[in-house]
């Protein structure tokens, strides 16, 4: 029989075992223990024993024999089994398409994980391949402008938990955070929506804001992005915040007899 004990160290090292999974965000970039270690504040010893039983059920692989991982196929066919069974992609994929083929941008809708934001749909226009995003794709909640929307969003209890939490994990960098962030607060309150530059990956912008979707009015973060080497801010923001707002009714509409908890 196995004990409460037992149940918990099963249940403890599961988790554990997915923080390592999402460590490996949106730039697709191969990880090494060290980086991880910082990703996931957990030990050198308990990543070391990780990453070797993920590579072992082929979850992460080593990069050319190295010392660095990247996801490997079980990893992925989690992910396809979710996009198949996901009734949330199926109403909103041709939608999200058309407005990234519209604009040339990258549209996501996004939900929390940890102090993080995960695109659960993502439909990218051909022409900005450049941007590399798809569903699953985990973004910083604090540097980017669908991180941001959603934080604004939140009961006023719930956003102050989660500032605290960013800035403390933000360190020495904390001011720098807690700046941007106000700046985001300010342009949402003034324009219905929020823009990054730069900030999470260079020449990408992002404009963000705040939704509520399905039965349960489930709070999420709806995105168009793109990758300009020289982007005219003022000229994207004529183009993109309208057909935002209108993408900002029709996601709902479309996801409204849908249960979309998280």
């Known amino acids: 029989?196995?004990?409460?004990?037992?149940?918990?160290?099963?249940?403890?090292?599961?988790?554990?075992?997915?923080?390592?999974?999402?460590?490996?965000?949106?730039?697709?970039?191969?990880?090494?223990?060290?980086?991880?270690?910082?990703?996931?504040?957990?030990?050198?010893?308990?990543?070391?024993?990780?990453?070797?039983?993920?590579?072992?059920?082929?979850?992460?692989?080593?990069?050319?024999?190295?010392?660095?991982?990247?996801?490997?196929?079980?990893?992925?066919?989690?992910?396809?089994?979710?996009?198949?069974?996901?009734?949330?992609?199926?109403?909103?994929?041709p939608f999200m398409q058309e407005l990234a083929d519209k604009l040339d941008v990258c549209v996501a809708l996004a939900v929390p994980h940890q102090l993080n934001m995960l695109y659960i749909a993502c439909r990218t226009s051909a022409r900005i391949a450049t941007l590399r995003l798809g569903v699953g794709t985990v973004l910083p909640m604090e540097s980017t402008s669908v991180g941001r929307a959603y934080l604004y969003a939140l009961p006023p209890d719930e956003r102050r938990a989660r500032m605290t939490a960013i800035l403390n994990a933000a360190g020495g960098a904390a001011a720098t955070v807690r700046n941007g962030i106000e700046v985001a607060f300010?342009?949402?309150?003034?324009?219905?929506?929020?823009?990054?530059?730069?900030?999470?990956?260079r020449n990408a912008y992002g404009i963000a804001l705040p939704i509520h979707v399905g039965r349960s009015r489930t709070l999420m973060a709806l995105s168009c992005g793109a990758v300009e080497l020289e982007p005219h801010m003022a000229a994207i923001r004529k183009k993109v915040i309208p057909a935002l707002k209108l993408a900002a009714h029709k996601v709902p509409e479309l996801l409204a007899d849908i249960d979309c908890e998280p």
Do not use: W
């Open 186 to 201: 300010d342009d949402l309150r003034e324009s219905g929506v929020c823009m990054s530059v730069g900030e999470y990956q």
């Open 1 to 93: 029989m196995t004990s409460a004990s037992d149940s918990q160290n099963v249940t403890l090292t599961v988790e554990r075992g997915l923080e390592v999974l999402c460590a490996f965000r949106a730039e697709r970039a191969p990880l090494s223990n060290a980086e991880l270690v910082r990703r996931t504040g957990l030990s050198k010893a308990t990543v070391s024993r990780l990453t070797s039983t993920l590579i072992r059920i082929g979850y992460l692989r080593r990069v050319g024999g190295g010392r660095q991982f990247e996801l490997g196929p079980g990893s992925l066919s989690i992910g396809y089994a979710y996009l198949e069974a996901n009734p949330v992609t199926h109403r909103v994929n």
